[in-house]
Structure formats: C-alpha cells, structure tokens
C-alpha cells in the first residue's frame, strides 16, 4: 500500500463518521489549474474545499481508501483520495481539532500557513476543510511507505539510503524551523514519507497546530522536543529497531556503536560515518539546533549520490514463510497475549535456550557465586508469580554482571508485562535480542509488550518475523 501524508501510525476498521456539509463555497477541481512550477512542485492554489469534494475524492470515505496504521487506536485517519485526473492522488487527513477558545479560526490560519510552504523535503499541503470540530487536511500523496514499514518491517535498507534519509529530514526540519515552523507534533519514522523518486520526505501534518491527536506528547511540542525526537529517528536508522522516544538514552547510554549495530549493516557500513552518526544522535537527545544537525550530516555526504529511487517490498518468500510456518506453544501464547500461559513456557524451558551460550563461557557463569544466588532467588520469585520480587533479583544481577543470558532478560521482561510496565518490557526484549540475535523468545515477548503498546501493526510483524526466525532453526 502505498505511503501518505501520515503524522501517526494510523488503520481502521470503520470509516469516521460523516461530518454534516460545512458552510463554505464549493470549489470546482479544474485540471488546467494543476501544473508543476519551474522546481516541480504541484502548482496547485491552497484551496478551501468542500465537503463534497473530499467525499468525492475518497469514494464517500471508503474503508478500501484508508491508507493510514493503526486507526482504530485514534480517530485521526488518512485516506486515498483522486481530485482530479491531472492532479493524481492526494492525501486526506480527518481529525478532531482541538478548540481555541481565543481564536475560531485559528485551524484554518495556521493550514493555511503551512500551505505556504514549499520544500523539496517537506509534502505539500495543499488545502483544507473544516466543521465544527471536525476537520480535514489535503496533501500530496507520498507513494512509497514510511520509514517505519521500510525500516522496521522490509529491514533491507543500506546505508548509503539510512544516511541520506537522515539528511533529507534534517533539511526539511531546518527550513521550517527557518521559516518560523519550529514545532512539529509527534514526529517519528512515521511521519517520514518516500516520493515518487524514492527520496525522503516530511509530512507536512505534523506542522499544523490545533489537531487533537491522540498519538500526541504531552503538554507541548517545542524546538527541543523535535531535536530529542529527530534523535530517536537517528537511534532508528543506526539500529533498525522501533524505539519508543523515552527509551532513546538507554539504547544509546553505556552502548558501544558495534552493540546498537542493526545486523544488516555490520560489514556494510562506513564505520567512521556511522559513529559520527552514532554520535549525532546522543547530542540530539540533549538537543542542539537544526543548523548544526544539517551541517553534520552534510559532511558525511561527500561521496556520489547513490540512487535513492529503489524501493524494496517485503518478498514474497517471506510472506508464504510466515504463512506457511508452524507456530510454537510460545508464538500461540503470545499471539493472543496470555501471559499465564507464557509464564508456563518459560518455566519449563528453564535456560535450555541459553545453553550453547552457556557452555561457550562455563567459568564465567559460575564464578561469582553470590551474583547466581541473586539469579536463582529471582527464578524462585518468577517460579511462585512473585513478579515485583523477581524483578527486584533479577536486576541486582544484572546490574553487577558483564555478561547476563538472554532467558534473565526474558523473564524480567515478562514480568514488566504482569506489572503492567510495557515500556521496560520492550526494552528487555530489544536487549534480549541484542544478546543473542537469532533467538525467536526475544522477538515474541517484543509483540506482546509492542501490543500492550497499542503498536499493533508492529506487533503482528515481530510476530512474524519471530515465526519466520523459528522455521530456520527448526530447518537447521
């Protein structure tokens, strides 16, 4: 499916409800006004549109449309719509606009500065409609996914692109910034866009105030906020995981770069340009401006362009794998996120999952024998449901341990899970991963805490992604 204009991950199951006719004067969609300017960009006056244009467009706002994740965890939602033939397609954004009490109009003033804005980098908006609290943005329609469906789900993305990715956000943050745009809501590698070209682009969204989105931070969004979030995208890019924003310093704090390496790149990476990277991103969790963001990562693009214009798709292969595959007592679980059941498996699985490792470093497993001691009284308190006690051993032994196996993590990360704590739980799993890449334990405790996350579609990937891991091994 293609990508939009998308300022969170968005799907639903329903279309919104109809909004009645808004009192504005119908716009008639004309082809000869459509045209590209001199640098390419849809010569297309901000437009006021009607109701019915929108619905028109959307085929009445068709559930086929929706092109956005996750919509059922909002009520913003993102559809497909054809204005008109020389136009092509375009974006539309439906939401809840947040009320000003000082300004009525202040969602249409501030769309409408936005639609002033032209960038390489940044998606046109290209107009709006609004009724009472309900409002609708249009933008060009970005046909090449998101960010976080190539980087998190196609997991093929070289380097050369992650760097150029990096640069191309950097750029449109710093002119928005420039023109006086220095907020932007929730931004994410969501809300970057690949264009017809395959480059990187913005979403022009994020940029309009007044929205009541549900995915948004709290309080508000200011120009450090967007540095720390463009940060978080960095961490994305060097390691190829979904982070959530507040978890960005642990993955990088006490890390080495080979360490937070996505295990893609290793061997295919420019060393020195990814620790300079590596190091971008631990500054932009304690923000520095844009300029210098940009200025950074202008240096690191010294060698030739490499096409940008390949855009990758999940093959084929893996999804009759996934489909094909066998799922474990485990994947069941928690495929339907019974964590009694899981509790269950890894109980009885012990540290058997662990063993070659164990037997590849026997002497420091047994050495300290007062650290063991913290780890089988934290297996008692697993054992018996002590959950808040376990993770209280469980983390004295890790906390004074080199080297901890990954079952430790696996279960401290269940844990978090009966404790109500999805966040740390997710953080367990990535470290468990981290640990011991082809162990599928890690990336099933991941869906289940991405799940808890409301992170859905992520979720059902890593679950896949966990089956897939586990019919490899079970191939071997």
């Known amino acids: 499916m293609g990508g939009c204009c998308v300022s969170t991950p968005l ?3 329903q279309p919104p409800p109809q909004p009645q006719q808004p009192q504005t004067q119908h716009v008639e969609v004309k082809n000869d006004e459509v045209k590209n300017d001199d640098d390419g960009f849809v ?8 109701l019915s244009d929108l619905t028109t467009a959307t085929k009445n706002f068709s559930p086929d449309e929706i092109i956005s994740e996750n919509a059922e965890e909002s009520s913003n939602v993102v559809f497909k719509g054809l204005l008109s033939e020389n136009l092509g397609f375009v974006a539309v954004k439906v939401f809840k606009i947040t009320p000003q009490e000082d300004h009525p109009d202040y969602f249409a003033k501030v769309a409408k500065e936005v639609g002033k804005l032209k960038h390489k980098r940044l998606v046109k908006l290209l107009g709006y409609c609004s009724d009472g609290d309900e409002g609708f943005l249009v933008a060009e329609f970005m046909p090449n996914d998101t960010l976080a469906k190539r980087l998190f789900h196609q997991k093929d993305m ?3 692109m992650r760097l150029r990715v990096a640069y191309h956000i950097a750029e449109a943050l710093d002119y928005c910034n420039t023109a006086g745009f220095n907020l932007y809501s929730n931004l994410s ?5 690949f264009d017809k070209d395959g480059d990187a682009c913005l979403s022009s969204f994020g940029l309009v105030k007044g929205i009541n989105d549900d995915q948004r931070t709290t309080g508000s969004v200011n120009p450090q906020n967007v540095t720390y979030r463009f940060g978080t995208i960095l961490v994305n890019l060097i390691s190829g995981k979904q982070i959530p924003p507040s978890h960005a310093p642990e993955m990088i704090l006490g890390k080495t770069l080979d360490q937070l390496m996505d295990p893609y790149l290793k061997g295919r990476v420019s060393m020195d340009e990814a620790t300079a990277v590596f190091k971008l991103a631990t500054q932009c969790l304690q923000s520095p401006n844009t300029r210098e ?3 950074t990562l202008e240096t690191l693009l010294t060698r030739p362009q490499v096409p940008s214009h390949e855009v990758t798709e999940v093959t084929t292969q893996q999804e009759e794998a996934s489909s094909s595959t066998h799922i474990s007592p485990l994947g069941e679980a928690c495929s339907r996120m019974d964590l009694a059941s899981i509790h269950q498996i890894l109980v009885s699985t012990a540290y058997n999952d662990d063993k070659d490792l164990i037997e590849s470093s026997f002497r420091e497993w047994t050495e300290v024998q007062e650290l063991q001691d913290l780890r089988k009284q934290g297996d008692q308190a697993f054992e018996e449901q002590d959950f808040k006690t376990a993770i209280a051993f469980y983390s004295q032994f890790i906390e004074n341990r080199k080297l901890v196996y990954p079952s430790v993590y696996a279960r401290r990360s269940l844990c978090y899970l009966f404790c109500n704590d999805p966040d740390n739980s997710l953080l367990d799993g990535m470290t468990a991963q981290n640990v011991y890449p082809d162990w599928p334990t890690a990336l099933y405790l991941q869906s289940v805490a991405l799940a808890k996350l409301n992170m859905n579609s992520d979720s059902t990937y890593m679950l896949k992604e966990a089956a897939i ?3 490899k091994r079970q191939q071997q």
């Open 43 to 50: 010569n297309w006056p901000f437009t006021e549109f009607s």
């Open 189 to 193: 590698a969501y809300t970057v866009l």
């Open 293 to 295: 963001i940009v200025a």
């Open 469 to 471: 891991l586990e019919a």
């Open 158 to 160: 070289d380097w050369s």
């Open 11 to 13: 799907v639903n199951d």
